[in-house]
């Protein structure tokens, strides 16, 4: 299986490969040069943009201009002490380093947080303590006593990469620099209301943040290949490693910043979370090229013959590493027309593609960002090269690397959903007494000896190895939750604790590929309501209320996945982990009140083998998952004597597990799921397992037929779904030969999937009881297998099968084989024998018109009659089984349809 690439996208003649990952920022359309300022309630052009006043206007007449100065000035030479912040307010926290801002940006992330806009105090008379919160939190984000750092440098700003266009750093796309002009003459503006009633909505009350470990993995090849560092805090000095030119980084989790220097200096490149391919951007230092030069200048021989040298191979120098986005905190930058914050502010929270004000962009001649990692652009619509700024105050145009100082774009790196991972290794500096879990734990405090001692009583500090867990105040899974993923909890602080306790654990297990859930709004006391409010989710949503749903909600129902509920906006407050299931009450999910304001899902991290199916078991050497561990991702004929598993973990597939070396002796079928001893096995006590091997992945209806007598003859007995008891069923269970037509199947020698038991794929036995030595089947069941997602292609094409238009409000779409590809309409999954697409669910392919040689197939509604059925494997081609002898294949030939998907008799295959 294959995945949708995120970058397709070309470079004209003459523009230089950029490296900003465009396709992490909101879909501009063709026309949108000629948009203006429109502003968006529901995230538009603008959206997420405030209008406020400033407490000084520049004039030195203002009695509050000397306090702004002098804040300004003790942000520039320290961090804030912030005796008068506001412990309410919040704002991400740097690390313990002064930062340095510079020219390069990468890596946009995509943003679906809710708008957040209000308007500031704007009274000059305000409290000192006001305008302190007024510079370092705005009143909205805000800080935890936390100052601004000094965060400007002019390295790197006179390198080659930022001298192409104009002088200040222009865009590296040809052509499309902003231009230096002057200010504009505000005498030309039209008039009209640039953001009509907007900068009035009132910023919503957040809870307590929830900060989420980090992790990285850097490549030192391209394509996720070679040698593996993995990151997950700051990295001061990341010289010594040796990396290729070419890179590959994977972002599990945060914002992360690359820096050209060691100590966080020099350009910078922001990374989101997510795959990228990365050729070292910086030039290389200028001792190296005066050593370049030297060489080539001993390179020429007397007479002038020229002796060509092999240029050393070029690497990827890491200067520093740091993680500069840790939490939900709502990201806030603000742009200032004069230096050192003078003159009305302008306020952004979100990513906003045209930041121009009544068709101008703005002018900041200084800049403060109070909380995230921002990228600013030159130009609208994300054009020319971004400045990335971090938490911090620029109190000029030079601070922040620039010479004319206008934004057209500003967007924000976000930490996404939570997601699972793979078990990690341990870490050594975790000290005191130590507890290793692999399942739930209801308390801590096992005794040690008759004087009832407890070994434990709170989690002091917490690693998670592997999968997602829920942490709970109080013993017996109650008290406040917290969500606890892979990577290294120091203290309560960490994983966001509202105090010191941490009793008892839970692992969350949940199918994560499609998380769907549905919240029922509580109606109000006077309201006498026809029809309940429902709001069926399938994404994170920052904020509930945007789409007309309050923040009461009387009940939830998980229809799959796993999720995480909050308290507040913006994923903040309190967590409440919701899995597969129905919650009547909010007690039922841990709340003591019915206030939910946001609500995200659990997903599943990308994997190293991520595009292919994934097929892995773990075998423990002790029962309960104890003792050492043997991973398999593959068959084993032989496994080592050494090796005697007693438990076991099926992480993905369905494996056989047999008794005799080379799949033999006894056999015993497990799918996905947990196996603590022999008994959750089916195995006998003392057996031992010496071979097993997985059971390959096949697209198909199941179906076999049983008969009464050898040579398939006699009475016959076709099923397509499991038989718990053959004799409950009114059946025989006398039979003499088997027929496998679909799928795999597990034939047990007694009732409820008990006694002996064989797998069969597609076969004929003419005679079972000489295949088997079983003179009775007492029941059966199809393997099957789990929702995966895969791509279908055309082997003589190279190609995928895509369909073509959109697909949000159609009864039909076309089905093709062709190089473009719109999103991910390439994403198939297979249901019960439907194919159908990942963008449109309740359709599948099917055939229309008379069914012959060249019929076209299409997406259509899976409720046409009569449903039509298909069988596939990995490799091979796709059959119909509703109309046998039909399989998928491509048009072809010149007209206008010839990427059209049809059907065609097998036999014509053979002839091509």
């Known amino acids: 299986m294959d995945q949708p690439q995120e970058n397709g996208k070309a470079h004209s003649p003459g523009q230089r490969p950029s490296l900003f990952r465009t396709g992490s920022l909101p879909d501009i359309g063709p026309n949108h040069m000629s948009s203006g300022v429109g502003m968006g309630m529901a995230g538009g052009p603008g959206s997420g943009l405030g209008f406020e006043s400033g407490v000084g206007t520049g004039t030195g007449t203002d009695p509050s201009t000397p306090f702004r100065y002098e804040l300004f000035s003790s942000l520039m030479s320290g961090s804030l002490t912030g005796n008068n912040t506001d412990t309410n307010s919040r704002m991400s926290r740097p690390p313990p380093l002064p930062s340095f801002t510079s020219t390069l940006g990468d890596l ?91 900068y009035l909505t009132k910023e919503k009350e957040h809870g307590k943040l929830n900060p989420r470990p980090g992790k990285m993995f850097i490549f030192d090849q391209p394509g996720m290949c070679g040698q593996m560092i993995e990151v997950r805090s700051d990295v001061i000095d990341a010289t010594p490693w040796q990396l290729q030119e070419t890179i590959s980084i994977r972002v599990v989790r945060g914002g992360w910043v690359l820096y050209e220097k060691p100590n966080f200096k020099g350009e910078k490149i922001a990374l989101d979370e997510g795959d990228i391919e990365l050729t070292y951007p910086f030039d290389p230092p200028e001792e190296e090229e005066e050593q370049q030069q030297k060489n080539g200048q001993k390179g020429q021989k007397e007479g002038g013959e020229e002796v060509v040298e092999a240029k050393p191979a070029r690497r990827f120098i890491i200067g520093s590493v740091r993680r500069a986005v840790r939490d939900y905190s709502v990201p806030e930058i603000s742009l200032f027309p004069e230096e050192n914050a003078e003159g009305k502010k302008v306020i952004f929270r979100d990513t906003s593609d045209d930041a121009r004000i009544f068709g101008f962009p703005i002018k900041a001649n200084s800049i403060i960002i109070n909380a995230g990692l921002w990228l600013v652009y030159p130009q609208p619509f994300f054009q020319g090269v971004p400045r990335v700024l971090e938490v911090g105050g620029f109190p000029n145009p030079a601070a922040w690397g620039v010479e004319q100082p206008y934004v057209g774009s500003v967007h924000p790196l976000k930490i996404g959903e939570p997601r699972v991972e793979k078990p990690g290794e341990p870490k050594p500096y975790f000290t005191g007494k130590s507890r290793t879990i692999y399942t739930n734990m209801r308390d801590f405090m096992t005794r040690l000896d008759r004087q009832q001692t407890a070994f434990m009583y709170s989690a002091g500090s917490i690693k998670v190895q592997g999968g997602c867990w829920v942490g709970y105040e109080k ?25 010191a306790e941490l009793r008892s654990v839970r692992v969350i297990r949940a199918d994560l590929t499609e998380p769907m859930l549905v919240m029922y709004e509580q109606p109000g006391e006077e309201e006498e309501v026809e029809q309940e409010n429902t709001f069926e989710v399938t994404e994170a949503i920052p904020d509930v209320e945007l789409f007309n749903y309050r923040t009461t909600t009387r009940a939830i129902q998980v229809l799959s996945g796993a999720w995480i509920a909050y308290s507040h906006v913006d994923f903040s407050g309190d967590q409440y982990i919701l899995e597969k299931g129905f919650y009547s009450k909010s007690t039922d999910w841990g709340s003591s009140d019915n206030r939910i304001c946001s609500v995200q899902p659990i997903l599943q991290a990308p994997s190293e083998n991520q595009g292919n199916v994934r097929s892995e078991v773990i075998l423990y050497t002790e029962p309960d998952f104890q003792g050492e561990c043997h991973l398999c991702d593959k068959n084993q004929e032989s496994l080592s004597d050494k090796l005697i598993a007693k438990s076991c973990r099926v992480v993905g597939g369905s494996w056989v597990v047999y008794e005799g070396r080379e799949y033999s002796g006894n056999m015993y079928i497990l799918s996905e799921g947990d196996y603590p001893n022999f008994t959750s096995m089916g195995c006998p006590p003392n057996c031992v397992i010496r071979s097993l091997k997985t059971i390959p992945l096949g697209f198909s209806v199941p179906s076999i037929s049983l008969f009464g007598l050898e040579c398939l003859e006699g009475r016959e007995i076709t099923v397509d779904t499991e038989v718990v008891n053959m004799l409950e069923e009114g059946y025989n269970n006398h039979l003499l030969s088997v027929r496998v037509n679909r799928g795999c199947w597990v034939l047990c020698e007694h009732s409820n999937y008990r006694g002996r038991q064989l797998l069969l794929e597609p076969i004929e036995i003419t005679n079972w009881p000489k295949f088997s030595q079983l003179l009775t089947i007492g029941s059966m069941y199809p393997v099957r297998q789990r929702r995966c997602f895969f791509r279908i292609k055309s082997k003589e094409r190279g190609h995928f099968l895509s369909i073509q238009g959109g697909v949000e409000e159609i009864k039909s779409g076309r089905v093709v084989v062709t190089e473009q590809v719109e999103g991910m309409s390439d994403i198939w999954f297979y249901q019960e024998g439907l194919i159908k697409n990942k963008l449109a669910p309740a359709m599948s392919l099917q055939v229309m018109g008379n069914v012959e040689a060249g019929a076209k197939v299409v997406l259509w509604s899976e409720t046409r009659q009569p449903v039509q059925t298909w069988s596939a494997q990995m490799r091979g081609t796709i059959p119909s089984l509703t109309f046998p002898g039909m399989v998928l294949d491509i048009k072809g030939g010149k007209q206008y349809d010839r990427d059209h998907v049809v059907i065609l008799p097998e036999s014509f295959l053979c002839h091509r």
Not at 130 to 158: A, D, H, W
Not at 479 to 492: A, F, I, K, N, S
């Open 108 to 198: 946009l992330s995509p943003t679906s947080s809710s708008l957040d806009i209000h308007r500031s105090f704007a009274n000059a008379n305000d409290s000192q303590s006001k305008l302190s919160q007024g510079l370092s939190g705005m009143g909205s984000v805000g800080s935890i006593g936390l100052g601004l750092q000094r965060n400007f440098s002019n390295e790197g700003l006179n390198s080659p990469l930022f001298n192409m266009g104009s002088p200040h750093g222009g865009s590296v796309h040809g052509g499309s620099h902003f231009s230096p002009e002057p200010e504009p003459e505000k005498n030309l503006v039209p008039k009209y209301r640039a953001f009509p009633d907007a």
């Open 475 to 499: 013993e017996g899974f109650r008290g406040h939750q917290y969500l606890l993923e892979e990577g290294e909890y120091h203290d309560w602080r960490v994983w966001g604790g509202c105090d």
